[in-house]
Structure formats: structure tokens, C-alpha cells
């Protein structure tokens, strides 16, 4: 089994700043990607941002020079730090991550459960 879990959201004032973070856990040989999507109430779930494991990154346009994604390989970590948020930013964030299990050759995508940001003053 693998496992991702978020944490870091929560209420915050538009201009303000949140740092996500999600672990990965559990019979992991490997990850190849991680990255964070973002779904907001009545609308699909879409690609925020997504790094590489040698760290190549893309974003979204709505959030290109006010996020920023980083990973911690050793630890299975990829962040996501939010700066100048908006309230159309509110969403529930989750993360992504592409891993390969021990004893397999190809990776498997795998999602955590989602963590709450609300933009609101």
C-alpha cells in the first residue's frame, strides 16, 4: 500500500501566504512525479503544479510567480508554498503522486484525501 498525506490548509486573508505539504508513504521503490490539483466547489479538478524527480517543474498559468513546488526526495515530500492568495484560489487541494511499489518496473498514480483552503477576508 501507498499512502499521501496532506497538510497545511486552512483560512487565510487574500495577499496572504500557506505552505502545503504532502508525505508519501508505505512500499515505495520509487516516485517519478508528485504534484498538486486543486478542485473547487462545482467545477473539475485541475493541475496546479508538478515537479519531476530531477525537479523539473510546471504550473498553471493562474498561479505561475505566486506558487512555488519543491520536493524532499529522501523524505517522499513535495510542498507547494502559496503566496499573494486570492479568494479564487479556494479550493481543496490534493496531491499527486506517480510511484513506483516495490517489486514493479512502471509507476502507478496515487491521490491523498485533500486539504481545505479557503481565501476569504
Known amino acids: 500500500q501507498v499512502y499521501l498525506v496532506e497538510s497545511g490548509g486552512g483560512l487565510v486573508q487574500p495577499g496572504g501566504s500557506l505552505r502545503l505539504s504532502c508525505a508519501a508513504s508505505?512500499?515505495?521503490?520509487?516516485?517519478?512525479?508528485m504534484g498538486w490539483y486543486r478542485q473547487a466547489p462545482g467545477k473539475q479538478r485541475d493541475l496546479v503544479a508538478r515537479i519531476t524527480s530531477s525537479g523539473s517543474t510546471n504550473y498553471a498559468t493562474s498561479v505561475k510567480g505566486r506558487f512555488t513546488i519543491s520536493r524532499d526526495n529522501a523524505k517522499n515530500t513535495v510542498y507547494l508554498q502559496m503566496d499573494s492568495l486570492r479568494p479564487e484560489d479556494t479550493a481543496v487541494y490534493y496531491c499527486?503522486?506517480?510511484?513506483?511499489?516495490?517489486?514493479?518496473?512502471?509507476?502507478?498514480?496515487?491521490w491523498g484525501r485533500g486539504t481545505q483552503v479557503t481565501v476569504s477576508s
Open positions: 508505505g512500499s515505495i521503490s520509487g516516485i517519478s512525479s
Open positions: 499527486s503522486a506517480a510511484v513506483i511499489r516495490i517489486g514493479r518496473y512502471s509507476p502507478d498514480d496515487y
